[in-house]
Protein backbone atom coordinates (compact mmCIF):
# COMPACT_ATOMS: atom_id res chain seq x y z
CA UNK A 1 0.00 0.00 0.00
CA UNK A 2 1.15 3.52 -1.06
CA UNK A 3 -0.23 6.99 -0.13
CA UNK A 4 0.26 10.60 -0.26
CA UNK A 5 -0.69 13.05 2.27
CA UNK A 6 -2.69 15.31 0.05
CA UNK A 7 -3.45 18.17 3.36
CA UNK A 8 -1.77 18.31 6.89
CA UNK A 9 -3.44 20.25 9.53
CA UNK A 10 -0.92 22.96 10.86
CA UNK A 11 -1.35 22.32 14.48
CA UNK A 12 0.41 19.88 16.49
CA UNK A 13 -1.12 18.08 19.23
CA UNK A 14 2.34 19.16 21.43
CA UNK A 15 2.14 22.91 21.47
CA UNK A 16 5.06 25.20 21.85
CA UNK A 17 4.20 26.23 25.17
CA UNK A 18 3.74 22.89 26.47
CA UNK A 19 7.05 21.29 25.24
CA UNK A 20 8.67 25.05 26.29
CA UNK A 21 7.00 24.47 29.82
CA UNK A 22 8.65 21.06 29.96
CA UNK A 23 12.05 21.78 28.63
CA UNK A 24 11.90 24.29 31.76
CA UNK A 25 11.72 27.47 29.54
CA UNK A 26 10.03 29.72 31.33
CA UNK A 27 11.20 33.24 30.26
CA UNK A 28 9.01 34.56 27.79
CA UNK A 29 11.59 36.38 26.10
CA UNK A 30 13.86 33.20 25.67
CA UNK A 31 12.60 32.27 22.54
CA UNK A 32 15.87 31.62 20.88
CA UNK A 33 15.32 27.86 20.35
CA UNK A 34 11.62 28.02 19.60
CA UNK A 35 11.94 27.26 15.96
CA UNK A 36 14.13 23.93 16.55
CA UNK A 37 11.58 22.89 19.10
CA UNK A 38 8.87 23.16 16.80
CA UNK A 39 10.24 21.59 13.98
CA UNK A 40 11.43 19.25 16.49
CA UNK A 41 7.31 18.64 17.53
CA UNK A 42 6.43 18.25 14.14
CA UNK A 43 9.42 15.43 13.71
CA UNK A 44 8.54 13.77 16.79
CA UNK A 45 4.65 13.25 15.58
CA UNK A 46 5.84 12.17 11.97
CA UNK A 47 8.47 9.17 13.97
CA UNK A 48 5.28 8.64 16.01
CA UNK A 49 2.68 8.38 12.56
CA UNK A 50 5.34 6.06 10.70
CA UNK A 51 6.23 3.57 13.92
CA UNK A 52 2.24 3.24 14.52
CA UNK A 53 1.54 3.26 10.65
CA UNK A 54 -1.87 5.88 11.71
CA UNK A 55 -1.98 9.52 11.60
CA UNK A 56 -1.80 11.57 14.52
CA UNK A 57 -3.00 15.09 13.33
CA UNK A 58 -5.99 15.34 10.93
CA UNK A 59 -4.80 14.56 7.06
CA UNK A 60 -6.56 13.74 3.74
CA UNK A 61 -4.46 10.91 2.25
CA UNK A 62 -5.04 9.28 -0.97
CA UNK A 63 -3.93 5.55 -0.86
CA UNK A 64 -3.25 3.46 -4.01
CA UNK A 65 -3.65 -0.10 -5.15
CA UNK A 66 -3.19 -1.77 -8.06
CA UNK A 67 -5.63 -3.96 -8.10
CA UNK A 68 -9.06 -3.64 -5.34
CA UNK A 69 -7.82 -5.41 -2.17
CA UNK A 70 -10.75 -7.75 0.09
CA UNK A 71 -11.47 -4.52 2.09
CA UNK A 72 -9.15 -1.09 2.01
CA UNK A 73 -7.46 -0.72 4.97
CA UNK A 74 -6.77 2.67 5.94
CA UNK A 75 -4.81 5.04 8.38
CA UNK A 76 -6.24 5.24 12.28
CA UNK A 77 -8.32 7.16 13.63
CA UNK A 78 -10.59 7.65 10.32
CA UNK A 79 -13.14 10.63 10.35
CA UNK A 80 -14.17 9.90 6.88
CA UNK A 81 -13.71 8.78 3.23
CA UNK A 82 -14.28 11.27 0.40
CA UNK A 83 -14.02 9.05 -2.60
CA UNK A 84 -12.87 5.42 -3.92
CA UNK A 85 -11.42 6.05 -7.85
CA UNK A 86 -10.84 3.59 -10.31
CA UNK A 87 -9.68 2.70 -14.04
CA UNK A 88 -12.32 0.31 -15.56
CA UNK A 89 -10.78 -1.86 -17.85
CA UNK A 90 -10.88 0.84 -20.59
CA UNK A 91 -8.72 2.55 -18.62
CA UNK A 92 -11.49 5.64 -18.04
CA UNK A 93 -11.42 6.88 -14.27
CA UNK A 94 -14.85 5.76 -12.67
CA UNK A 95 -16.14 7.08 -9.20
CA UNK A 96 -17.56 4.32 -6.62
CA UNK A 97 -20.96 5.33 -5.42
CA UNK A 98 -20.36 5.33 -1.83
CA UNK A 99 -23.66 3.07 -1.55
CA UNK A 100 -21.90 0.39 -2.74
CA UNK A 101 -19.10 0.22 0.17
CA UNK A 102 -19.06 0.27 3.82
CA UNK A 103 -16.96 2.49 5.78
CA UNK A 104 -16.35 0.74 9.14
CA UNK A 105 -14.86 3.59 11.68
CA UNK A 106 -13.68 1.76 14.65
CA UNK A 107 -11.75 -0.32 12.70
CA UNK A 108 -10.68 1.98 9.88
CA UNK A 109 -11.92 -0.42 7.16
CA UNK A 110 -14.27 0.17 3.72
CA UNK A 111 -15.62 -3.20 2.63
CA UNK A 112 -17.87 -3.97 -0.44
CA UNK A 113 -21.23 -3.35 0.30
CA UNK A 114 -23.74 -6.16 1.24
CA UNK A 115 -24.07 -8.43 -1.73
CA UNK A 116 -21.64 -6.06 -3.86
CA UNK A 117 -18.83 -6.90 -5.32
CA UNK A 118 -15.77 -4.24 -6.27
CA UNK A 119 -15.87 -3.92 -9.73
CA UNK A 120 -13.62 -4.64 -12.75
CA UNK A 121 -10.81 -2.64 -13.03
CA UNK A 122 -7.86 -2.26 -15.16
CA UNK A 123 -4.61 -4.27 -13.97
CA UNK A 124 -1.83 -1.47 -13.68
CA UNK A 125 -0.06 -0.09 -11.17
CA UNK A 126 -2.36 2.96 -8.97
CA UNK A 127 -5.11 2.18 -10.96
CA UNK A 128 -7.43 2.69 -7.66
CA UNK A 129 -7.04 5.35 -5.00
CA UNK A 130 -9.22 6.24 -2.10
CA UNK A 131 -9.07 9.49 -0.51
CA UNK A 132 -9.80 9.96 3.21
CA UNK A 133 -9.14 11.90 6.14
CA UNK A 134 -8.08 10.42 9.18
CA UNK A 135 -6.06 11.83 12.59
CA UNK A 136 -7.12 13.11 15.54
CA UNK A 137 -9.63 16.03 15.15
CA UNK A 138 -7.72 18.71 17.52
CA UNK A 139 -4.74 18.78 20.11
CA UNK A 140 -8.09 18.18 22.78
CA UNK A 141 -9.15 14.95 21.40
CA UNK A 142 -5.20 13.42 20.76
CA UNK A 143 -4.56 10.37 22.63
CA UNK A 144 -2.53 11.28 25.95
CA UNK A 145 -0.08 8.40 24.95
CA UNK A 146 0.51 9.87 21.80
CA UNK A 147 1.24 13.39 23.25
CA UNK A 148 3.43 12.05 26.08
CA UNK A 149 5.44 9.88 23.70
CA UNK A 150 6.37 13.29 21.44
CA UNK A 151 7.06 15.25 24.77
CA UNK A 152 9.11 12.39 25.84
CA UNK A 153 11.25 12.05 22.29
CA UNK A 154 11.82 16.17 22.03
CA UNK A 155 12.50 16.48 25.29
CA UNK A 156 15.60 13.60 24.72
CA UNK A 157 16.58 15.06 21.46
CA UNK A 158 17.26 18.51 23.51
CA UNK A 159 18.99 16.69 26.23
CA UNK A 160 21.46 14.89 23.78
CA UNK A 161 21.21 16.86 20.43
CA UNK A 162 25.29 17.81 20.57
CA UNK A 163 25.94 14.47 21.54
CA UNK A 164 24.04 12.26 18.87
CA UNK A 165 26.59 12.47 16.24
CA UNK A 166 29.18 10.69 18.87
CA UNK A 167 26.88 8.10 20.69
CA UNK A 168 24.51 6.31 18.26
CA UNK A 169 22.85 5.49 21.36
CA UNK A 170 21.87 8.24 22.11
CA UNK A 171 20.35 8.91 18.73
CA UNK A 172 17.79 6.39 18.96
CA UNK A 173 14.28 6.81 20.05
CA UNK A 174 13.43 5.93 23.69
CA UNK A 175 12.30 2.80 24.39
CA UNK A 176 9.50 4.42 26.54
CA UNK A 177 8.02 6.67 23.64
CA UNK A 178 7.78 3.43 21.62
CA UNK A 179 6.29 1.41 24.56
CA UNK A 180 3.66 4.43 24.92
CA UNK A 181 2.37 4.10 21.49
CA UNK A 182 2.94 0.61 20.39
CA UNK A 183 -0.71 -0.41 20.95
CA UNK A 184 -1.94 1.94 17.61
CA UNK A 185 0.17 -0.20 15.75
CA UNK A 186 -1.87 -2.13 13.57
CA UNK A 187 -2.69 -5.15 15.36
CA UNK A 188 -1.63 -3.80 18.81
CA UNK A 189 -4.97 -3.26 21.54
CA UNK A 190 -6.10 0.39 20.82
CA UNK A 191 -7.34 2.28 24.30
Do not use: C
Amino acid sequence: MKYNILAISDTEPVSLEEMRSQLGITAADDTARDDSIERAISSARAWAESFTESAVVTQTRAQYYSAFPDYFKLSAPLQSVGSIKYLDTDGIEQILDAADYIIDILNAEVHPGYEVNWPDARLQINSISIEYDSGYESPEETSLLYKQAIIIVVSHWEKYFDLSESNSYIGRIPAVAEDLIRRFKPGGEMV
